[in-house]
Structures are given as C-alpha cells and as structure tokens.
C-alpha cells in the first residue's frame, strides 16, 4: 500500500484561526489596557500629554488611531490635532479641580463617624449619584472610584483593634472603659452569674471584664498603725477590715507607680479610728472628723493626685456607723471621694446616691475561715414560719414592730427582743432563720444591718425596712428578684404583704436568693464574682459614670 504523501506546509484549520484570533484579541486587550492605566496616571499626576494615537483609542472624541500611515502623514495629522488634545487636556485639569473641590475635608473622616462621604456634600448637591452624573454629562472623567471610597481616619481606641491597655494614660482608658459599656454586646444568659439577679447583665458582664483587665488602684502608704494597713477581720463591720486585707495583697489591681493609677485608695480603718480616738460616754466623733481632715490635707500636699480632680477619683471603705460623720470637716472629702460605707442613708447629705457605694455589712465570726457557719436553708415544705425577728429593740423602726406584731396570736411572724432560754433550746437563732421563708430586716440607729446578709446566707428572703437605704449594689443588682421593701408605714400591712406573695413567685425569689449568695462572700483569695470584686467593681462603675463621655 502506498504512503500517504502529506503536505509540507500544514494546511490552516479553523481551530489554528480561532487560536490565532484568541491570541489577537489578548494582544490587543493588553494594550488597551496599558493605555487606560497611562492615561489615567496622565490625568492625575499632571504628566505631560501622552501621543494623540493612544488618547485617540481612549477617547472616541477623537478621529481614530492612524494606522498604514507615513511618518509624514502622521507628523502633519498630529499637528492638526495638538489644540484638540490641548483643549482635552484642560477640561480634565478643570474636571479634577471641581472634584478637589467638592471632596472638602470633612467629607474625608465622614467613615469614622459613621456616614458615607456622599452625605455632606454642598446643598445644591443631594446625592453623591448627582455628583457622579454632573461629571458624566461633562465628559470629565468618573468620580465613582474617589468618592465611594474616601480616605479612612480611623478611631484611635477602636474596639476593632486589640489595645494595649498599659499604654493608654489612665483618663483615656477609662474613656475607652465608658464607650465599651455604653455599647456593651448584648448578653442574656450566663453560665456563671444568673441573669435575673442583674439589671442589665450585659452592661454589668462588659464592665466586670474591662475592670479586671484595665484597673489599677494605687494604695497611700502613708498613715500609721494601727488607723491605717490594720485590716479587723472579726465582728460586724468587718466588711472594710476585709476588703483592706485583699486590697493590700492583690497582685492584680494594685499600682506600684501612681502615674498609672485610676483609682486612689485610703486605707484607713474607720473602726480603729474610733477605738483610737473616741473618748467613750463623750458623744463627741470631733476628733475624729479633724484626723482625716489633717490625713486628707497631708496627701494632697504630698503627692500630686489628690488635687488633679479634687479627690474624686480617690475613695474610703468604712462600715462603721460613723463612717460617714468623720468626712464633714474636710469639703473635697465629703463632697468628691467615691465613699464605700455600710451606714449608705441618702437622707442625710453626706452619702450621695450614684456616686458613693452601699457596703455589705456582714458578719465574720472566723477571720481564718470566713465562709465557716455559711449554709442553706431547709425546703419550702420545712419552713412552718411565715417571718422571723430577733433582736435590739432601738431606733425608730423596731419598737414599732414589736408592738404591731411582738404577740401574734397565729404565730405567723414571730418577733423577739433577744430569743427566750426555752425557745433557743429547741431552735436556735440560725435555725430559726432557716425555718422561715422570710427574715425581717429592719433599721436600727441606723439604716444598715448585718441581718440582710445574714438571710442571703441562710437562704430566708430577706425583708428590709429601712426607708433612705441604698441597698449594696443597687446600681446592679435587682433586689426585687430576692427580696421584698416595705416602706416604714406599712409595717401594720406586713402581713398581708407577705402573704400576698404567691407560691410560684416566692419559688423563682428563693431560686434568685441562692444564686446571688456567691456576690456576698469573703474568700481568703478572692473568687470572681466575689464580694471583693464586687465592692471594687462598684467602685469603679461610679468612676466611669463620673467621667463624661467624649464621641
């Protein structure tokens, strides 16, 4: 068979001129593409005309690009052409000049605030699509690109953006703080803290965090012994005696430098400035008020801090009862210092509702094991007493209601002066507490009583009566998720009240009552959530709501 004799030139098939058209329309988009790129650089970097047969291929209002011509010919067309390109030219130039012009500086930080760049443009212009049309109808170039994307100036503290909290001055970090908690996320639940205990959880669950990320607490090592740096850790009001101890040990919170402190601390002991300076049967808290006064006077004349704002972002913790007599003779004192006091009476001018803090007046009978005694009630079915008393009868609130219900004749509430031998015998006053479903808290001398932890402790709701009281944590905590208020001229009505109070309610009450017990406990090393923190937290929340907010 013969061979087949092939051609030595290949023949060109359709697949070989499809390849080959591909191959043009590439080249061809490739130059096209640089000339849009020179062109542009061109327009905005004011460089020297470009030849009239690129512009001709960019711009239609040009004659087309001169192709098979002569250099003669291209030389006489080009002169030809020099006042059109000119002319073109100068209406870009002018084009760019209107959008200079338009774009005012203001328009450039438009994003960091939040609106589009298009929003404050002159009032003959509404939109940034008119703008766009009038530069179309121009034949300028598009103004798209430029004014869909100005140039950002970005936020300085941005929550965008890790910040380095140990760089920022301390007013500035607290700003930042307060912008954070303004736009806290929004949380409803939590796996460790119950939501119903909480105002707002959100709020609280943003300010908690950045505190224990952010502050820093200088301590005057000024002050002798024993007023100053002696923690009491037993007793009534050893709330101040603790929260001294885990202040001066915490290895978090406290400042060494106090140029990178927010808060300043007096660490005075308003019980030992009583057993120091008191002269007993005297009724005379003068020379207590004149120490602090003189102490106060000492450390702004000391350090620099105090008089940078006039001591409000210094604070004291006192429990006693005279805690907030002995501020009244120094102004700055009384009227600036976040005061953390247990004696919280907003009727009287010295503690101020949202500035200064209720502090938890609570009972440690073990100092080396403060949560020792601490224990639940019985179940609902085991609790046969409707409310229970005992205790002091002084003050304006507690003779009255031992005369309204001191001999309840259906043994409902039961009030005592102190618990009788033959009753403690068989239920002491721990037992009682335990036995009861609520536990009457009521004023004495004065508003606050360790009563109120007491029933938190042993799970028996606690009922306060105690008008002009600032419950601790109130700007929080809802204490009507586990407590009940009564006014001081309803005591007739307590039992009424109480009674009114249906079943499933009081179960939801004493859920909430379990779930907040944890806030309102002293540990050796403070636990979140703690008692230490809390105090500390509230502290700090009225720091930031005292700092005005800067947009």
């Keep these: ?60 209002s040009f004659p087309s690009a001169f192709t098979n011509s002569t250099p003669e010919s291209v030389s006489s067309s080009m002169a030809s052409r020099i006042p059109a390109l000119n002319r073109f030219i100068t209406e870009e130039r002018q084009n760019d000049q209107k959008l200079s012009a338009l774009i ?15 929003d404050n443009l002159p009032n003959s212009i509404n939109s ?28 300085p503290y941005s929550s965008s953006r890790k910040v ?5 001055p301390p007013h500035e970090a607290m700003l930042y703080a307060k912008r954070e908690i303004e736009h806290a996320p929004i949380v409803n639940d939590d796996l460790e803290i119950y939501a119903p205990d909480f105002l707002n959880l959100s709020v609280f669950k943003r300010s908690y965090e950045l505190m224990d990320r952010i502050l820093q607490v200088y301590i005057y090592p ?81 350090y620099p801090f105090w008089n940078r704002t006039r001591g409000s972002d210094h604070f004291l913790v006192a429990c006693h009862d005279w805690g907030p007599y002995s501020t009244t003779l120094h102004v700055e004192l ?20 949202g500035r ?85 808290c009521p004023m004495g001398y004065e508003v606050n009583s360790p009563r109120i932890v007491e029933a938190i402790y042993y799970e028996c709701v606690p009922v306060i009566i105690a008008d002009n009281f600032v419950l601790p944590f109130e700007d929080v905590l809802n204490w009507n998720a586990f407590s009940v208020v009564v006014a001081e001229e309803d005591i007739a009505e307590l039992k009424s009240i109480l009674l009114a109070i249906p079943l499933r309610k009081y179960l939801r009450m004493l859920e909430s009552l379990k779930r907040v017990q944890k806030h309102f406990l002293w540990h050796a090393r403070p636990e979140k959530y703690d008692l230490f923190h809390m105090i500390l937290h509230s502290i700090w929340f009225s720091r930031l709501n005292q700092i005005q907010s800067t947009q």
Excluded at 17 to 32: D, E, K, T, Y
Excluded at 39 to 46: E, N, R
């Design 1 to 60: 068979m013969p061979a087949i004799l092939r051609p030595a030139v290949s023949i060109p098939t359709a697949r070989h001129l499809r390849r080959g058209s591909s191959v043009s329309a590439r080249r061809w988009r490739i130059i096209l593409t640089a000339a849009l790129i020179a062109t542009t650089l061109a327009t905005f970097l004011k460089l020297s005309p470009l030849p009239v047969s690129i512009v001709s291929v960019l711009n239609p």
């Design 104 to 118: 005012r500086p203001e328009m450039i930080t438009m994003e960091s605030k939040g609106t589009n760049a298009g």
């Design 128 to 155: 940034k699509a008119e703008v766009s049309e009038m530069f179309s109808s121009e034949g300028g170039l598009p103004t798209s690109t430029i004014l869909e994307k100005p140039r950002k100036q970005v936020k």
């Design 164 to 168: 380095p909290f140990w760089a920022l």
């Design 222 to 302: 000024d002050g002798s012994r024993p007023i100053f740096h002696t923690p009491e850790l037993q007793g009534i009001y050893a709330s101040e005696g603790w929260f001294m101890k885990l202040m001066e040990e915490s290895q978090r919170f406290v400042a060494k430098d106090p140029k990178k402190a927010h808060l300043f601390y007096l660490p005075y002991s308003s019980r030992q400035l009583r057993d120091v300076l008191y002269s007993p049967g005297s009724h005379n808290i003068r020379p207590l008020s004149i120490f602090l006064r003189d102490y106060v006077n000492n450390i702004s004349s000391k």
């Design 334 to 353: 009384r009227k600036n210092t976040i005061k953390a006091l247990c004696n919280a009476d907003s009727s009287e001018g010295i503690f101020v509702r």
């Design 356 to 440: 200064d803090v209720s502090l938890p007046e609570t009972t440690i009978k073990v100092p080396k094991t403060p949560l020792k005694y601490v224990g639940g009630g019985k179940r609902v079915s085991q609790r046969p007493i409707l409310a229970f008393y005992a205790g002091l009868m002084h003050g304006r609130v507690r003779p009255k209601l031992e005369k309204l219900w001191g001999n309840d004749t259906e043994g409902d509430i039961r009030v005592f002066r102190r618990l009788p031998n033959r009753v403690s015998r068989n239920m002491s006053y721990v037992e009682h507490m335990k036995s009861s479903r609520f536990c009457i």
